[in-house]
């Protein structure tokens, strides 16, 4: 081999080693990355569990002290569903006008 094919492959492999190198700090960034956002999403999904218990509970207290806010509200929904369940007079009365 001659001293330039050495110099060739001394090169070769140096820009290997380089490259191989650069793989693998770009392979551990990355996998930084991944840990931290993997942080960031447990810690979320922690606040929001904790943000419905909260809200469930403040819930269960309300029903227990009896709000009139929540009576009100329940009322609201049955009136809603009554109307809903019971057909419209008006909708009878505009059918029965529609003539061909």
Known sequence: MTVIAQQRSSR?????????KRRQEEEEELQKMKAKQREKSECLKKT???EDERRREQLHQDHK????GIR?????LQRCERRSAAPSSTAAHTSSMVSF
């Open 12 to 20: 070769q492999l140096k820009k290997e080693d380089m490259d191989k």
């Open 72 to 76: 009100t509200t329940e009322s609201f």
């Open 65 to 68: 002290k009896g709000y009139p």
């Open 48 to 50: 929001r569990e904790q």
